[in-house]
C-alpha cells in the first residue's frame, strides 16, 4: 500500500494541529499517513512512525509542513529516494511551497489524486577530502558556502573547475548554487537569477575585494574544487545554512551535480516566473522587523 508521508517543521506555529488534522483526514479516505520518528514520538503517534530513509518504498508523495528552510531538509532527506514534495507553507516567504496553510484542505484532494506535475530541481553533492580521507559529505538544494571563519581576516580561495583554475579571490567566501538557490543566499550577495530549468551552477564570492570579481555560471556537469590558499587560514562550510562543517586548512571541498533532483510537486500551469515577481514583490513590502 503507498502512504502519504508528513514532514512537518515543529517549530512552526499550527504544525501539530495540522498534522492530527492530515492524519484523520488521510484515513477517512482510506489514505494510510507516516510521519518521522521523532516527530510521531512528539505527537504521540508512535504507530505511525516510518524512519526517512525508508520512505522511498511506500511513501507516494510527501507533504512538507513549514517554511522554505523545512522544505529544504526534506529535499535533502527524500531526493535520493524520488519521493515528490508538496510544501505547504507555514512561514513568510514560501518560494518553494505550492500550497499555502489555509487553502491546504481545498487543494489536497487533487495532489491526492496525482494531478499535478513534477518540478525536477537539481541537487548539490558536496565532499570534503582531508588528504585522501572523506570526512565530510551531504546534498543540498540551495547552497554550498565556504567561508572565512568569523572575525578572521579576509580569505584567500581558489576555486578550480575540473582541473582548469576557475580563479583565486579576495573574498570573505564563496557560494556554489543551484538555480533554486540562485534566489537565495546567492542573489543577495550579487549573483543572478536562473530559471531552475537551466542546468547550470553558480559560483559567486562573498563581498570580493575587487570589481573585477563577479559570478560565473558553469555547466551542471563541472566539478569544483575550493579550497584556502593560505597554510593557516580555517574555513567554515555551510549547506543550505542549516549543516556546518569546520574546514582546516589543506581540506579540499568537491561540490558537482547531485545524480538524482529533488521533484517538488506543482500545479498545471505553474509559473516561475509569476512566483518570481510575486515572491519577490511580498519579500520587498515586508516591514523591518
Known sequence: ????????????????????????????????????????????????????????????????????????????????????????????????????????????????????????????????????????????????????????????????????LLDTYLADGIIVATPTGSTAYSLSAGGPILHPSVDALIVTPVCPHSLSSRSIVSPSGTVLRVESREENQRMHLSVDGQISFGMEPGDRAFIKAYERPALLVRNEGWSFYEVLRRKMKEGGDKPAS
Open 1 to 164: 500500500m503507498k502512504r502519504i508521508g508528513i514532514f512537518p517543521n515543529l517549530e512552526k506555529a499550527g504544525t501539530s494541529e495540522v498534522c492530527f488534522e492530515l492524519v484523520r483526514y488521510l484515513g477517512g479516505r482510506g489514505e494510510e499517513a507516516v510521519l518521522p520518528p521523532a516527530v510521531a514520538g512528539a505527537l504521540g503517534l508512535e504507530k505511525l512512525s516510518l524512519p526517512v530513509e525508508r520512505w522511498g518504498e511506500t511513501v507516494r508523495l510527501a507533504l512538507v509542513l513549514g517554511g522554505d528552510g523545512t522544505l529544504l531538509s526534506a529535499a535533502r532527506a527524500l531526493a535520493p529516494q524520488a519521493v515528490p514534495l508538496l510544501g505547504v507553507n507555514f512561514g513568510h516567504f514560501g518560494f518553494l511551497s505550492e500550497i499555502e496553510r489555509n487553502d491546504l484542505f481545498r487543494e489536497l484532494p487533487r495532489f491526492l489524486r496525482g494531478d499535478f506535475v513534477l518540478d525536477p530541481r537539481l541537487m548539490l553533492e558536496v565532499v570534503v577530502l582531508r588528504g585522501e580521507e572523506r570526512v565530510f559529505k551531504a546534498l543540498c538544494l540551495n547552497e554550498v558556502c565556504v567561508l572565512k571563519e568569523l572575525l578572521s581576516r579576509i580569505a584567500e580561495i581558489s576555486v578550480f573547475a575540473g582541473d582548469s
